[in-house]
């Protein structure tokens, strides 16, 4: 059995990072515009996380976002791993953070909060993560029309 990866608090350059050429997250340019306001409003909240040699693990819509605001000279927070990850572990990584092995929302108790922000319930749990096939990318396969 392979051991699990540590973990450490890291600062790292925009310009160190290396996007994976096989992200299959996506973001509409909607959703990337409600995450740069974000940014805006509470700064980087969310780390991006890198193995040894920068390539990024988590965080592709954060790294994209940031580069459209900094030059690849910022520094941000990061988590690195004390090892690279497998492919394997790599493609099963970016399925537990990302497809709702983290929970959901619970719509009606958030119904009524004042929000400057909009995100209608999914449709039905099948569309809860859909995006249109890519007509345009952005850096790593990030932002799309």
Excluded at 27 to 35: E, I, P, T, V, W
Excluded at 66 to 82: F, G, P
Excluded at 106 to 131: I, K, Q
Aim: aromatic content about 8%; overall charge neutral; some cysteine.
């Amino acid at each position: 059995m392979t051991t699990p990866p540590l973990w450490t608090n890291i600062r790292v350059k925009l310009g160190d990072l290396k996007p994976w050429q096989d992200n299959p997250r996506m973001s509409s340019k909607a959703q990337a515009r409600r995450l740069l306001a974000s940014f805006d409003k509470f700064g980087q909240v969310q780390t991006v996380a890198v193995d040894p040699d920068g390539s990024v693990l988590d965080g592709h819509q954060r790294l994209s976002a940031l580069l459209t605001l900094h030059s690849a000279d910022y520094e941000l927070d990061a988590r690195q791993s004390n090892r690279a990850l497998t492919d394997a572990e790599r493609r099963e990584l970016v399925i537990s953070l990302h497809a709702g092995a983290v929970g959901g929302w619970d719509w009606e108790r958030v119904a009524g909060w004042d929000a400057a922000w909009s995100y209608p319930p999914p449709m039905s749990p099948s569309h809860s993560n859909a995006c249109p096939p890519p007509s345009r990318t952005y850096q790593s396969r990030g932002w799309n029309d």
